[in-house]
């Protein structure tokens, strides 16, 4: 299974609002609704930030939303902070116990 | 929460073999499926094996099957990584990772890790 596809990047102020995308195929996102993304600061573990499309677990702030259409699905970052700066990573459920992840997309709070 | 402690990582020499563990705590481990997920230098989170609460099933990422060997031992709440046939392309840090979804409830209405390892450096080189 490949990848599913990420902008590598992606910017903003303080106080604005990013939206990562991630998409992937018919096999993966086209097929379950179980997309979750991931929070990773540099030689820390991921962190998960929502999971089953846009459901965020407790602790995580709703400045963090998820959604998804088709085979594309989003993250968006509203009100966006200095600690927001980090690494994303979406990933979905392709099959029964098999997982494919994100490539990945930095995002810098300007 | 369940905490998840890996051990075992280390240096070792191309086609050699290297066992990853992952205890975790909690009563109830055996009730969700692991997965192992591995992150290259400077590269993305690579998917690549996930075994089920019982250890019934178990699935392998194209890039590891044949080589690696995913188990779990319930009385110790253990998850293990036999890899065989080392690569350089192997070199990663790897993580264990817990799947939110309470196997007692089928079927499955929720996915993603909810808890993950420390992380355990794996160096194929010689």
């Known amino acids: 299974q490949s990848a599913l596809t990420q902008p590598r990047s992606v910017s903003g102020s303080p106080g604005q609002s990013v939206t990562i995308s991630c998409i992937g195929t018919?096999?993966?996102?086209?097929?379950?609704?179980?997309v979750s993304w991931y929070q990773q600061r540099p030689g820390k573990a991921p962190k998960l930030i929502i999971f089953d499309v846009n459901q965020r677990p407790s602790g995580v702030p709703d400045r963090f939303s998820g959604s998804k259409s088709g085979y594309t699905a989003s993250l968006t970052i509203s009100g966006l902070q200095a600690d927001d700066q980090a690494d994303y990573y979406c990933a979905s459920l392709a099959g029964s116990y098999i997982y494919v992840f994100g490539t990945g997309t930095e995002v810098t709070v300007l | 929460e369940v905490q998840l402690l890996e051990s075992g990582g280390g240096l070792v020499q191309p086609g050699g073999s290297l066992r990853l563990s992952c205890v975790g705590s909690?009563?109830?481990?055996?009730?969700?499926?692991m997965t192992w997920v591995r992150q290259a230098p400077g590269k993305g989170l690579e998917w690549v094996s996930t075994?089920?609460?019982?250890?019934?099933?178990?699935q392998y990422a194209e890039s590891v099957r044949g080589r690696f060997t995913v188990s779990r031992d319930k009385s110790k709440n253990t998850l293990y990584m036999e890899m065989n046939s080392l690569r350089a392309a192997d070199t990663a840090v790897y993580y264990c990772a817990k799947d939110r979804w309470w196997e007692r409830v089928t079927p499955r209405a929720t996915a993603g890790f909810d808890s993950w390892g420390q992380g355990n450096l794996v160096i194929v080189s010689s």
């Open positions: 909690g009563s109830s481990f055996s009730d969700y499926a």
């Open positions: 018919r096999s993966d996102l086209g097929s379950y609704y179980y």
């Open positions: 075994i089920s609460g019982s250890g019934m099933t178990t």
